[in-house]
């Protein structure tokens, strides 16, 4: 007997999510506890920019019109996804990391002195930056949580697995269970990462891991996992 699989992402990286996983023959079922929004934000001096980095598909889509100046900069872009997104954007990608941003930020060379422009969200890591970068930070988007619905605590009154992308979307997901008495032992966490996870607290039925900090491991690992 097959787990059901969860995902609670906002949009549109919930589709995606639900659509990649129906590709491996994996049924996932959307219940977003958040949503995504434009913050107000302006373009520093663009003369003193080197590149763009960007943690984020999110940065792209909600950059708004100011990206249009920012296209004759490389980026450096956390992962395939957010690659993929500033490509359709038009920008060029100069480098594509594979374990989060602040591993794409130790593959830089430290004897090259350059100013990054960080379009970030409101929740953010804090990055440690070699003597000679230097980041301008700009945040355009922000994530807003939002309350579970009837239909998502119904499913979770059996045994299930949860996908998390983000510890934000892990510590809504925690708050909402202990807010509406979610039994946890019932329910599977498979996150991107150690530190995602954590965001959620203990008391789950279990916590798994995908072996890189991207979706495709973990729709491999939720495929491994919760397939019957």
């Given at each position: 007997?097959?787990?059901?699989?969860?995902?609670?992402r906002?949009?549109?990286?919930?589709?995606?999510?639900?659509?990649?996983?129906?590709?491996?023959?994996?049924?996932?079922?959307?219940?977003?506890?958040?949503?995504?929004?434009?913050?107000?934000?302006?373009?520093?001096?663009?003369?003193?920019?080197?590149?763009l980095?960007?943690?984020s598909?999110?940065?792209?889509?909600?950059?708004?019109?100011?990206?249009?100046?920012?296209?004759?900069l490389?980026?450096?872009?956390?992962?395939?996804?957010?690659?993929?997104?500033?490509?359709?954007?038009?920008?060029?990608?100069?480098?594509t990391?594979?374990?989060?941003?602040?591993?794409?930020?130790?593959?830089?060379?430290?004897?090259?002195?350059?100013?990054?422009?960080?379009l970030?969200?409101?929740?953010?890591?804090?990055?440690?930056?070699?003597?000679?970068?230097?980041?301008?930070t700009?945040?355009?988007?922000?994530?807003?949580?939002e309350e579970?619905?009837?239909?998502?605590?119904?499913?979770?009154?059996?045994?299930?697995?949860?996908?998390?992308?983000?510890?934000?979307?892990?510590?809504?997901?925690?708050?909402?269970?202990?807010r509406?008495?979610?039994?946890?032992?019932?329910?599977?966490?498979l996150?991107?990462?150690p530190?995602?996870?954590a965001?959620?607290?203990?008391?789950?039925?279990?916590?798994?891991?995908?072996?890189?900090?991207d979706?495709?491991?973990?729709?491999?690992?939720?495929?491994?996992?919760?397939?019957?």
């Amino acid at each position: 007997m097959s787990l059901p699989v969860i995902a609670i992402r906002p949009e549109p990286g919930l589709s995606a999510t639900i659509a990649a996983g129906a590709a491996m023959g994996l049924a996932i079922t959307g219940h977003p506890l958040a949503r995504t929004i434009a913050c107000g934000w302006t373009l520093p001096e663009i003369d003193e920019i080197d590149a763009l980095l960007i943690g984020s598909a999110n940065a792209i889509r909600h950059a708004g019109e100011q990206l249009a100046a920012l296209r004759h900069l490389p980026v450096l872009a956390v992962g395939g996804a957010t690659a993929e997104a500033a490509r359709e954007a038009g920008l060029r990608v100069e480098r594509t990391g594979e374990g989060g941003l602040q591993s794409l930020i130790d593959t830089l060379d430290p004897l090259e002195r350059r100013h990054l422009l960080r379009l970030a969200g409101r929740e953010r890591l804090e990055l440690d930056l070699p003597a000679l970068i230097s980041v301008t930070t700009r945040i355009v988007y922000a994530v807003e949580h939002e309350e579970m619905t009837r239909e998502l605590h119904d499913l979770l009154q059996r045994e299930c697995a949860i996908l998390l992308h983000s510890a934000g979307s892990a510590a809504q997901f925690s708050r909402e269970c202990e807010r509406l008495g979610v039994e946890r032992s019932k329910i599977r966490l498979l996150a991107m990462g150690p530190r995602i996870s954590a965001a959620a607290g203990g008391g789950w039925g279990a916590i798994h891991f995908a072996e890189r900090p991207d979706e495709a491991a973990l729709l491999a690992l939720a495929r491994d996992i919760c397939k019957g």
